[in-house]
């Protein structure tokens, strides 16, 4: 597995946001057909955006909320085509998985492609919802929990 360097920011206004919205683009409007105006939205400013880079080039990219009872909700999860296979996704969630359990965290939640189902399974979560579809894309929430012994471990 290669390892990446992993970068993040809150807020619009940055170098690694703008690498994120440019993964996000091509992964979601250009490879997807997501809109544009359904991808990049009125959240930008106040979520916080990683970005993983391998060789200074970005690769991979999620979005993470904090949301009003301290519980992270990660979105936007992305990887450049070029990338996919090497691991990249995996060790970006990871170490968000260790943010939230550095600043005790209680929970992360997302909102998962039919398809990542297994991949997020792997880091831990669990399946919490029926199916829905966003953007003609089937998803379930899914949920991390971690236990006071987890948050106090780091």
């Keep these: ?90 060790q970006l969630i990871e170490a968000i998985i260790e943010d939230a359990k550095r600043t005790n965290t209680p929970y992360i939640l997302l909102f998962a492609q039919d398809h990542a189902i297994g991949f997020y399974e792997k880091l831990g979560f669990t399946v919490i919802s029926e199916g829905e579809m966003e953007a003609n894309i089937p998803h379930h929430y899914m949920k991390l929990t971690f236990s006071q012994t987890e948050q106090l471990a780091q």
Aim: charged share 25%; glycine share 8%; aromatic share 8%.
């Design 1 to 90: 597995m290669k390892q990446m360097e992993i970068k993040h920011t809150l807020g619009d206004n940055s170098v690694i946001f703008r690498d994120a919205t440019y993964i996000r683009r091509t992964v979601f409007v250009r490879e997807q057909n997501m809109p544009e105006t359904q991808e990049i939205d009125a959240h930008e400013d106040h979520t916080i955006h990683y970005v993983g880079y391998l060789e200074q080039d970005p690769a991979v990219t999620a979005r993470v909320h904090v949301l009003k009872d301290g519980g992270f909700r990660i979105q936007r999860v992305a990887t450049i085509k070029a990338f996919r296979g090497q691991g990249l996704g995996f």
